[in-house]
Structures are given as structure tokens and as C-alpha cells.
């Protein structure tokens, strides 16, 4: 495994630069756990050392690891580092042994929030380059120093920091478990992914550990002793192929021909050691029924090698969409916005104006009741009411006219499921934000599967991530700013928009 390779900045970053690439270090106040792994794992106590590690206030301008409530250049909370492939073990948490050593680094803040770290990595089989912790500071300049660090390929962020920070990775594989949404989202955009549950979040780094980019035809499963069941259970669930074998566990020879014949992109293996394989090899822990499963999931939820990132591009009339613009101006109410959005593809509410309460009976009786109807306002909200018949219909449009000079009379669609989307410029882009979510345009499919998985009450969310492909698309072209409510059940539609250029 190759040495990190560190690019020390002057200006940025240097007390951070120093303490990670220390190997003796200044002991405060309890850190008896510290002193403990330096011995057994790499480095040196010295009470000269310039980095310093404790429960305390650090020395003025020194490198330091704060494990208390101080600010150092890790912590506050922080419980140190440990830099794997050096032996290096400033580390105030569990450490029954190193973890593999690897490509993969985790970041992480204050001890309390997830599982012990090391362990989980050891039950995992992940290989480390490097854990550290930045307590409750900003993962900024840790990130930063990552992307100068040649051995590591792939980081596991479970720590806080700004969206604008992760241009600092340089393109390395970035996984966020957790985090605000617009980090996600930025995550994503960089080739990444975000998760919520550790599960999952540890399983792809696995996958991008063994260079596991799209998703297997079909998998290979070498199995010693019991296991077989909830291994052919998870793949089938996951949607997964796969050629099981069950193996004498005290037989290496069965392995090694189990292995030759078993047919599979991607080869799985539980009990004995791992068979001589030129394939991508995964070790299952059958021990833990919620790591096999989630390995499996990851797996199903990669793209297929033939699948593009972004949706091919929409024929659209360029003509009528510009006339649309130039009617509109650079305000479009919800009658433009859908004219647009439907140009796309997007599906919106059968509507039409109507500047009589006749003409509104008229319309009505073509789109079936219920209906809604509609005044819209040069300034605020747009009244909306809901109409059953032609009485109703009649009365409450021969009150809107009298405020303006039409109404809109929309089919009506029932009251939920719903769902908001908002496309909004801020300083890293156009963002699309939908149920707690945020994703960077252009939309990606992969970030807008996302999306549509954050509308909980979404029927069918293959259809609702088309929708909003489409909408983005369209946002994407004209520089929209856009304001959509959505019905999201069988047939996701458009049912309310406004926009602006």
C-alpha cells in the first residue's frame, strides 16, 4: 500500500497539516485510552512533542486534539485520529486492533453519534487509511487534507461542513451519511451519494473499496456452513440473480473449484478465507443479518453499465415555448408555467380561462366536476375554490370576476397525496428541493429518484422521478426560478406552478 502523499499549504490549514502528520504527541489530561494505543498501535508520548492531545484547553497555537469542550485544530469532542497505513494511533475510542488497511478514510464528529467506528470497520473487513474524528468543528480543512492524500480514494463523511467544501476532494468517491440537504445534494453532484441509515452507507463503501461501479447481471455466492437461505432471501428481495453454492468449510479445494464453476460478476463468500478469484470478491457477515442485506441492496441500487447519467435530451417546439416567454414576461402565473411545463412532456391539470361565469359552466362540464376555480392576483397567493355543479360553479366565478378579469377552471384533484417542488438559484447553482431533499441542476436520474423517494406519500415514484426530470429539464433551459405543487398518486401531475425568470 502506497505512503500518503501530503501537500502541506502555507496558508490554509497548516496547524491541522502538522497534527495529522505528527507521530509523537504532548498528553493532557485523561488520556490514559491515548497513551495506551500509541503503544500498542504507533506513535510516541512526549512531553516535547509540538502536537498535544487532552480534556483541556491546548497549549496557545499548538497542533492539538481537544476531547473536551475546548476549540482545537480537532475538537471540540474530538477522539483523535488514526492514521492506518502509517500505525499512527492518537485515538481516545475502542481499538481492539487496526481495521485492513485500504483506501477508504472516515470522517466522523463527537463520539455519541454513531457506533464505535473502528469495530464497525473491523466487522466489516473495510480497509482504512485513515479515521478522524473533527468532533463538533467543521470537516473543512480535514477534507482538504484528504484530497492530498494519495492512498486515500474514497471518504466517509458522518461530520459537518459547508456544500462548497467538497470541491476540496478533488473528485474522490464521497458517501454523507446524514448531513443538511444542500450537502447532499452537493455530494451527489460530485459522483457521491448520501445515506441515512449506517447500514447502508457502510455497504457502499465496500462496493467502492473492491471497484464496484455498476450494477452486477448476476451474482456468484460461495456459502460454508448454514446462511444460504437468508443470502438467496436478501438477493431475491433486492431484485439480484444470483448462483449460490453451498461449500465444505473445511475444504479449501471446495472453495477454489466452487469459485472456478459458480457463474457471476461479482463473487460473495461467507466462512473459510476467500477463494482465488479475479472478480470483484465481497466477505458476507452472516453473524449480522442487516449487513448482508444492506450489501445486497447497495448492490441493486447501482446503475447499470449501460445507463447514462442524465435523460436524453427532450424534442421540444423551441418556437412555442419562446412565444410562451415573450406573452409572459418574466413573471409566468400558473396557466403560463403549465403551457411550458407541458411542452416538456410534463403532465399538468386539464384547465382553461374563462372570462364569464357562462363560459366557466362551459368549461367545467368539459373537464367533469369537481373543479377548481381560480383568480389569480398580480400580487399574493391565488385564491382557489373547489366547485361540485354548474350552481356552484356559477356563483363562485361571478365573484372572482369581479376582482379580475378571468379565471382558470382546473380539473380537480383530490386533496393528497401531494407534494412542493421548489428550483431555486443559490451560490453553488440551480437546487431542485422536494420533502427535506435538495438536488443540483441539471437533474441527474440518480438525484431524481432521490426526489421522489422523499415524497413519502408518492405512489409510484418511477413515474413521479420522470416528472420531475421533466420539469427540470424544462427549469434547466429557460432559467426558471419555479414554485410546483404536485399530486403525487398514480399519475403524478402538475396541479399548481409559478415561475419566474
Known amino acids: ?31 490514559s485510552r491515548v497513551l495506551a494505543h500509541l503503544r500498542t498501535f504507533g506513535g510516541t508520548a512526549d512531553d516535547q512533542a509540538a502536537a498535544w492531545i487532552g480534556d483541556d484547553l491546548p497549549p496557545l497555537g499548538s497542533p492539538s486534539i481537544t476531547l473536551g469542550g475546548a476549540r482545537g485544530s480537532l475538537g471540540p469532542h474530538s477522539f483523535g485520529f488514526l492514521n492506518n497505513l502509517r500505525g499512527i494511533a492518537p485515538y481516545a475510542a475502542a481499538l481492539p486492533v487496526r481495521p485492513p488497511p485500504g483506501s477508504v478514510a472516515i470522517v466522523c464528529g463527537r463520539r455519541d453519534l454513531l457506533p464505535e467506528v473502528a469495530p464497525l470497520a473491523i466487522a466489516r473487513q473495510l480497509g482504512v487509511s485513515w479515521i478522524i474524528s473533527v468532533g463538533d468543528g467543521d470537516a473543512a480543512e480535514t477534507l482538504a487534507f484528504l484530497g492530498e492524500d494519495s492512498a486515500t480514494q474514497t471518504v466517509l463523511l458522518a461530520a459537518s461542513t459547508s456544500a462548497a467544501s467538497l470541491k476540496d476532494l478533488r473528485g474522490k468517491s464521497l458517501l454523507v451519511l446524514g448531513g443538511e440537504p ?26 467502492r473499496s ?62 473459510g478465507t476467500p477463494p482465488p478469484s479475479a472478480r470483484p470478491t465481497l466477505r458476507l457477515d452472516l453473524h449480522h443479518p442487516a449487513q448482508v442485506r444492506a450489501l445486497l441492496r447497495a448492490l441493486a441500487e447501482l446503475e447499470p453499465a449501460s445507463t447514462t447519467a442524465l435523460p436524453p435530451a427532450a424534442k421540444v417546439d423551441r418556437a412555442y415555448t419562446e412565444s410562451i416567454l415573450e406573452e409572459a414576461g418574466t413573471v409566468l402565473a400558473d396557466h403560463d ?55 356552484e360553479v356559477r356563483r363562485i366565478a361571478a365573484v372572482m370576476l369581479q376582482r379580475v378579469p378571468f379565471v382558470l377552471v382546473r380539473q380537480g384533484f383530490p386533496a393528497s397525496p401531494r407534494a412542493r417542488l421548489s428550483i431555486r438559484r443559490n451560490k453553488l447553482g440551480w437546487v431542485a428541493e422536494l420533502g427535506g431533499e435538495q438536488a443540483l441542476l441539471p437533474l441527474r436520474r440518480a438525484d431524481a429518484r432521490v426526489l421522489a423517494h422523499a415524497a413519502s406519500e408518492a405512489t409510484d415514484e418511477a413515474q413521479l422521478t420522470e416528472l420531475l426530470l421533466q420539469v427540470a429539464t424544462a427549469a434547466t433551459a429557460h432559467q426558471l426560478s419555479l414554485e410546483v405543487e404536485l399530486f403525487v398518486g398514480d399519475i403524478p401531475t402538475v396541479v399548481a406552478a409559478r415561475s419566474q425568470r
Open 1 to 31: 500500500m502506497p505512503r500518503p502523499r501530503i501537500v502541506l499549504r502555507p496558508t490554509r490549514g497548516l496547524p491541522l497539516m502538522t497534527l495529522l502528520t505528527a507521530d509523537r504527541f504532548r498528553l493532557g489530561p485523561r488520556t
Open 210 to 271: 473492491a471497484g464496484i461501479a455498476h450494477r452486477p447481471a448476476r451474482l456468484a455466492a460461495l456459502i460454508a456452513g448454514g446462511g444460504a437461505p437468508l443470502v438467496r432471501d436478501a438477493a431475491r428481495n433486492a431484485g439480484l440473480a444470483i448462483d449460490l453454492q453451498q461449500v465444505d468449510d473445511e475444504d479449501p479445494d471446495d472453495f477454489t473449484q466452487a469459485a472456478q464453476t459458480c457463474g457471476g460478476e461479482v463473487l460473495l463468500f461467507a466462512g
Open 337 to 391: 408555467t403549465k403551457r411550458l411545463l407541458k411542452a416538456y412532456g410534463v403532465a399538468v391539470t386539464r384547465q382553461a380561462p374563462a372570462s364569464s361565469a357562462t363560459a366557466a359552466t362551459r368549461v367545467a362540464a368539459q373537464l367533469d366536476y369537481p373543479v377548481d376555480l381560480i383568480a389569480e392576483h398580480a400580487e399574493g397567493a391565488p385564491s382557489v375554490r373547489r366547485a361540485h355543479g354548474v350552481a
Open 182 to 207: 444542500l450537502l447532499r445534494a452537493a455530494a451527489r453532484r460530485a459522483g457521491g451519494m448520501a445515506f441515512d441509515d449506517l447500514e447502508a452507507w457502510l455497504a457502499q463503501a465496500l462496493l
